[in-house]
């Protein structure tokens, strides 16, 4: 897809990684065993076979899925991280600090698809603070989740300036 530096994580920050070179592309996957895995409708994955991929903070544990693939997840906070099979690794999409660089091209296995994916943009849609009256603790929420960039010390330590943590909702 493109040559450049990409970074991400899972949601508590005790996994960081960084994507360079040959970025693949950037796919959904309908399968029942990736709706699973992401606790999810679908996963959304990028393929990473042809970059460079480090893991600069933290050790994945992973689930052998099956006798091919295993899946890899943060153990601390359960962010689903990768889909890996003999031929490469695939990171989930969303764990990227900027998923916006990341649209997918292709839908992988398209049998798996649940009847009412492809009208999920027909919903009616609401933004977060539109629920202020309903939930009122929004109004004062402190976010725990890793900002979307990379970080030298997480979890912030006393004294430390706060991360910037209006990215992220509940
Ligand atoms: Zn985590
Ligand atoms: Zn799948």
Redesign the pocket.
Known sequence: MSDAVFTGG??????RFKVSGEVGIASICHCRMCQKAFGNYFAALVDTREAELVWTRGELKHFHSSNHVRRGF?G????PMTYEADDGVAVAAGAFDDPSQLRPVVQFGIEGKLPFVDRLHELPGRHTMDDIAAAPFLSDIISYQHPDHDTKVWPPQRGEPEPDNKEGKA
Request: net charge neutral; proline share 0%.
């Open positions: 899972c949601q508590c920050g005790a996994i943060c601390s906070c359960g962010t």
